[in-house]
């Protein structure tokens, strides 16, 4: 089973950065599709950035420019790098992989078969 674990959340002020790391074990992120997905208090969870093995990545309207998503082989994890956060970044964030090799061009929440415990981030204003 396939076991992705969340950190470095925490808590920033507006245009601050935070970088997420999920470290995942009993499997290669190399044969998954990666992705970050988030859920604010009262909303449905939001999945806003993917990543495969070709280097393929995909992003959000809301996120993009400011958050990049990356995968490192060799240590098995994926990590977030969020930048210019804004109070609506809020939310609790979640490292999922999906079975497929292959990302699809947006991601859906039903593709993706195993989640970490996810890890808050809260902005300020």
């Known amino acids: 089973q396939v076991q992705p674990v969340e950190s470095g959340g925490g808590s920033v002020q507006a245009g601050g950065s935070l970088r997420l790391s999920c470290a995942v074990s009993?499997?290669?992120?190399?044969?998954?599709?990666m992705g970050w997905f988030r859920q604010a208090p009262g909303k449905e969870r939001e999945g806003f950035a993917t990543t495969d093995r070709y280097g393929s990545t995909t992003y959000a309207d809301s996120v993009k420019g400011r958050f990049t998503i990356a995968r490192d082989n060799a240590k098995n994890s994926l990590y977030l790098q969020m930048n210019s956060l804004k109070p609506e970044d809020t939310a609790m964030y979640y490292c999922?992989?999906?079975?497929?090799?292959?990302?699809?061009?947006?991601?859906?929440?039903?593709?993706?078969?195993?989640w970490g415990q996810g890890t808050q981030v809260t902005v300020s204003s």
């Open positions: 009993r499997a290669s992120v190399n044969n998954f599709c």
């Open positions: 999922a992989a999906a079975d497929f090799i292959r990302c699809r061009d947006s991601p859906r929440e039903a593709d993706f078969r195993f």
